[in-house]
Nanobody
Framework: QVQLVESGGGSVQAGGSLSLSCAAS??????MGWFRQAPGKEREGVAV???????RYADSVKGRFTISKDNAKNTLYLQMNSLKPEDTAMYYCAARAYIGCGTWSFPPESWFIYWGQGTQVTVSS
């Protein structure tokens, strides 16, 4: 049974930084990523990391967010810098085991099988 548990959300002023973590249990290497959903909006991809360590980012976060993972700890991270009010959302960790992130420029939400419960990020102006 794969479980993903996010932590690290909170409130910050614009321009600040936050770091999210996602502890994965029962999970084998594959594709992992972060998605987010703002109130009244659809869930959107933020960043993914493939089994070989390659990364992909949404255009809206390129240069500001960094995704990484510690395979020994089975933990996924998202370092968020220069945060903007429009980054306010519930952030979700997602994973798919054994298979990579595919050939899309960014894998769709439907590609991921396992999801965490989410952690709230609020950025005030």
């Amino acid at each position: 049974q794969v479980q993903l548990v996010e932590s690290g959300g909170g409130s910050v002023q614009a321009g600040g930084s936050l770091s999210l973590s996602c502890a994965a249990s029962g999970y084998s290497r594959g594709c992992m990523g972060w998605f987010r959903q703002a109130p009244g909006k659809e869930r959107e991809g933020v960043a993914v990391i493939d089994s070989d360590g390659s990364t992909r980012y949404a255009d809206s976060v390129k240069g500001r967010f960094t995704i990484s993972k510690d395979n020994a700890k089975n933990t996924l991270y998202l370092q968020m810098n220069s945060l903007k009010p429009e980054d306010t959302a519930m952030y979700y960790c997602a994973a798919r085991a054994y298979i990579g992130c595919g050939t899309w420029s960014f894998p769709p939400e439907s590609w991921f099988i396992y999801w965490g419960q989410g952690t709230q990020v609020t950025v005030s102006s």
